[in-house]
């Protein structure tokens, strides 16, 4: 039975089109991946028929044969709260700061009249989407998470309240290799477990053609082909598809060919980082521990592992961004300072890229 379905779909901002004459149906229980470059449509085609944009929406969004275009702002939260849960790309952004999880948790559970949880009715929500530890993780603030355990709390969130259908926007993109086939392998079987339907937007090809039923190719605002996702990956019809799936990155290609490496630029020894543990809990978590690493002019450096193993909080640490318990940071053969004393000239030379533009860039100041 069609339990989503999108007939000629136009979505536009400030008198732009963003989404031209899009249609699409996902069924209970099955689901569908809308993939495509960024700007091509996809969000936007996910969250404006819900009233979560500022776009205008015409033509047909039925959701278990209601129409939602057109539909008062009142009945669309009533939709988003009951019969849809939400998989937003920046867990971070997505996440209320100040509360935590166990708070946030709870009020997903409930907004949609269900009674109020227990503690280890919570506690099992977190465990049965992966998290560790989880009585520990209701207590936690956002922000002592890392980005794999904020989405999976988001993801505990947006099933909480047993909806129909279930809307992840690029749910893996911040999360490394193992956690996303983790994360896309828990989709589905939520969906398989509780019949929900599934509207995926995923960059992540491979993992669509494991774990996806149906792919969309979205190009310029339309979709340029649709159909079973073996048949679509496998044998693409248009010329589009062929070369998005062309772009795809291998690991079984050959190596890029490097520049040649100059003098050592950045050498850390002995690097050490641990945190507090949160609430009553005594002692420190270790979340990096005597690490030794070295880059020089020219060269780059992947420091790779799993979500939560220690990746950004070392590269924070030698910024001087993060805080830093043991260890010497030296730049072009120099002590940095400690990160209280670090001047602009000194910071001159690093240049952090974060991982939430959203979160990284000012929202009252324009880009030029």
């Known amino acids: 039975m069609t339990l989503l379905a999108a007939d000629n779909l136009d979505i536009r901002i400030g008198g732009r089109r963003i989404v031209e004459g899009a249609s699409f149906a996902i069924a209970a229980g099955r689901s569908l991946a809308l993939v495509g470059a960024s700007g091509s449509g996809k969000s936007q085609t996910c969250l404006a028929p819900f009233g979560l944009s500022p776009a205008t929406v015409q033509g047909s969004f039925r959701l278990d044969g209601e129409e939602l275009v057109g539909a008062r702002e009142a009945r669309l939260r009533h939709v988003r709260g009951g019969d849809v849960g939400f998989v937003f790309q920046q867990p971070l952004t997505a996440l209320t700061p100040h509360l935590t999880i166990g708070a946030q948790l709870r009020e997903a559970w409930t907004q949609a009249g269900a009674p109020r949880p227990s503690r280890a009715e919570m506690a099992a929500a977190?465990?049965?989407?992966?998290?560790?530890?989880?009585?520990?993780?209701?207590?936690?603030?956002?922000?002592?998470?890392?980005?794999?355990?904020?989405?999976?709390?988001?993801?505990?969130?947006?099933?909480?309240?047993?909806?129909?259908?279930?809307?992840?926007?690029?749910?893996?993109?911040?999360?490394?290799?193992?956690?996303?086939?983790?994360?896309?392998?828990?989709?589905?079987?939520?969906?398989?477990?509780?019949?929900m339907a599934l509207l995926l937007v995923s960059h992540d090809l491979a993992a669509v053609a494991d774990h996806a039923d149906a792919v969309a190719v979205m190009h310029a605002g339309r979709i340029v082909e649709t159909g079973p996702t073996r048949a679509v990956l496998g044998d693409p019809k248009s010329d589009y598809a062929r070369a998005l799936i062309a772009a795809s990155p291998r690991l079984d290609g050959p190596p890029p060919a490097l520049g040649p490496v100059g003098a050592p630029l950045v050498e850390a020894r002995q690097v050490s980082v641990s945190f507090a543990r949160p609430g009553w809990r005594r002692g420190r978590l270790q979340a990096v521990d005597a690490v030794d690493i070295d880059v020089a002019e020219g060269e780059a450096v992947a420091i790779v592992g799993g979500s939560g193993s220690g990746k950004s909080t070392l590269a924070r640490a030698i910024a001087r961004l993060g805080p830093i318990d043991a260890g010497e940071v030296r730049w072009r053969g120099a002590p940095l300072p400690p990160r209280k004393a670090m001047r602009p000239r000194d910071r001159a030379g690093l240049q952090p890229v974060f991982q939430d533009p959203v979160a990284s860039l000012d929202p009252l100041w324009k880009g030029r």
């Not at 009585?135 to 794999?148: A, I, K, W």
């Not at 969130?157 to 690029?170: C, N, S, Y």
């Not at 290799?177 to 392998?185: D, F, K, N, V």
């Open 126 to 195: 977190l465990e049965r989407v992966g998290l560790h530890d989880p009585r520990e993780r209701l207590d936690q603030y956002p922000h002592r998470l890392s980005g794999g355990q904020r989405q999976r709390a988001l993801i505990a969130m947006a099933i909480a309240h047993r909806p129909k259908l279930l809307v992840a926007d690029e749910p893996t993109t911040a999360l490394d290799a193992m956690l996303r086939a983790e994360i896309m392998a828990l989709l589905g079987r939520l969906c398989d477990e509780e019949g």
